[in-house]
C-alpha cells in the first residue's frame, strides 16, 4: 500500500471528470487500498481518486467513529435523492476552507465494489453528505463552487497566496481541527 499526495485547490487537475471503470483488476483493487490508506492517513473521511490524481470513477468514504466502516463506491450513480439539508463542509484539497453546502438529505446509490458486482446503498446524515461531496470530485466539481462569485474569489486568492508561501516555510495554519474533512 502507499500513501498518495492529495492535490490542492486551485490545482486544475481537480477540474478533470473522471472515466468509468472497466477493469475490475488487481490494479483497480491497489488504487482502492491506497486510496483508504490515504484517506485514513490524512485523516479524512472521504477521498475520490481525483484527489490523487487518478480520474477513473473510484471514491472511499468511512464516516464511523471507530474507523472501521469502509464503504468504496466505483462507478457510483445517484438513483433516489430526497430532503435538504446544510452542512459545513471541509475538504482534503481546499485547506483551512469550511462552508455550508445545501445538499439532498437522503439518497440512494448504485454502485460496483472492486470486484465488479453491482450494488445499491441508502445513505442519509453524513454519510449521504459525504458520498455527494466525493461524487461531485469525479465530476472535476468542489465545494466552493457552490459557493458565491465574491467568495470563491476570495479563497482563490488565499489559496493561491498560500500555495506560494508553502515553497518557503510550511508553517500550518490554524484551522477547524474539529470537522471532518471529506
Ligand atoms: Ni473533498
Known sequence: MAQLPILEYPDPRLRIRAEQVTEFDAELAQLVADLF?????????????TQVNVHRRVLVVDVSEERNEPICLINPEIVHADGKVSYEEGCLSVPDVFEAVERAERIKVRACDKRGETFELEAEGLLAICIQH???HLEGKLFVDY????????????????????????EPEASNASAPLI
Not at 490508506?37 to 481518486?49: D, K, S
Not at 467568495?151 to 510550511?170: I, Q
Open 134 to 136: 466525493e461524487m461531485d
Open 147 to 170: 459557493l458565491s462569485t465574491l467568495k470563491r474569489d476570495r479563497l482563490k486568492k488565499k489559496a493561491l497566496k498560500k500555495a506560494k508561501r508553502d515553497v518557503a516555510d510550511r
Open 37 to 49: 490508506e490515504t484517506m485514513y492517513e490524512a485523516p479524512g473521511i472521504g477521498l475520490a481518486a
